[in-house]
């Protein structure tokens, strides 16, 4: 049986990602709007071999936010429907509550007369 002692004096810890000497380069690759594909062009031409997924993982641990930019009125509208639970589909881009006529409804005959339809609304 080994002890602890004797494993640590003969094992040698984990130094960290290999990708982590890159960080700077591989963030402003990044921003640059470079895909997963060509940063490992990237990383290979300095002598690290890996995956595009590494490089997704990579970049998630790092923080960096991959979402796509967009402008700001497209940017609120993505957060006004996922906080209301609705599903972006682009479309509500170009419809502004401004131009939403008002509508005047009118009672259906099959109403009751004691209901007020303006309660209803």
Request: charged share 25%; aromatic share 8%.
């Amino acid at each position: 049986m080994i002890s602890v002692d004797d494993f640590l004096r003969n094992s040698k810890p984990k130094n960290g990602s290999k990708l982590l000497p890159f960080k700077d380069d591989i963030l402003t690759l990044k921003q640059a709007n470079f895909s997963n594909q060509k940063i490992c062009e990237f990383l290979k031409l300095n002598g690290v071999a890996v995956s595009h997924q590494r490089v997704a993982v990579f970049l998630k641990e790092q923080g960096f936010n991959n979402e796509k930019r967009c402008s700001p009125a497209k940017a609120d509208l993505r957060v006004n429907t996922a906080s209301s639970g609705k599903q972006y589909t682009g479309a509500e881009h170009f419809v502004s509550e401004k131009q939403q006529p008002e509508v005047e409804f009118k009672k259906p005959s099959w109403v009751p007369e004691h209901i007020n339809i303006e309660n209803l609304k």
